[in-house]
């Protein structure tokens, strides 16, 4: 499977802001989609934002506006820059990735391992 590291989390006051990366590593033949999750305690885990390999977004109600999802292909990172955040945003965020190793393999999902972020004063 693509491994995926997550980065970038950690504690902000409300109205502050975060960017949050993730790089997927192994071995890839292609990268399609590329998503950040989130899963707040005591809820399901939701879609935050994702973006395909050519550059089209889509974005929970909740966050337009305030968050943006970019990624760099070369570097197979996905990028999520939060501004104007509220403490309902505190959650784990995950990123994910559709993908193939290899051109014959069928497509799947990998997940990294999470990073928290706290927005509180």
């Known amino acids: 499977q693509v491994q995926l590291v997550e980065s970038g989390g950690g504690l902000v006051q409300p109205g502050g802001s975060l960017r949050l990366s993730c790089a997927a590593s192994g071995r890839i033949f292609i990268i399609y989609t590329m998503g950040w999750y989130r899963q707040a305690p005591g809820k399901q885990r939701e879609l935050v934002a994702g973006i395909t390999s050519g550059g089209s977004t889509n974005y929970a109600e909740s966050v337009k506006g305030r968050f943006t999802i970019s990624r760099d292909n070369a570097k197979n990172t996905v990028y999520l820059q939060m501004n104007s955040l509220k403490p309902e945003d505190t959650a784990v965020y995950y990123c994910?990735?559709?993908?193939?190793?290899?051109?014959?393999?069928?497509?799947?999902?990998?997940w990294g391992q999470g990073t928290q972020v706290t927005v509180s004063s």
């Open positions: 994910n990735a559709e993908a193939k190793r290899v051109v014959t393999d069928p497509r799947y999902v990998s």
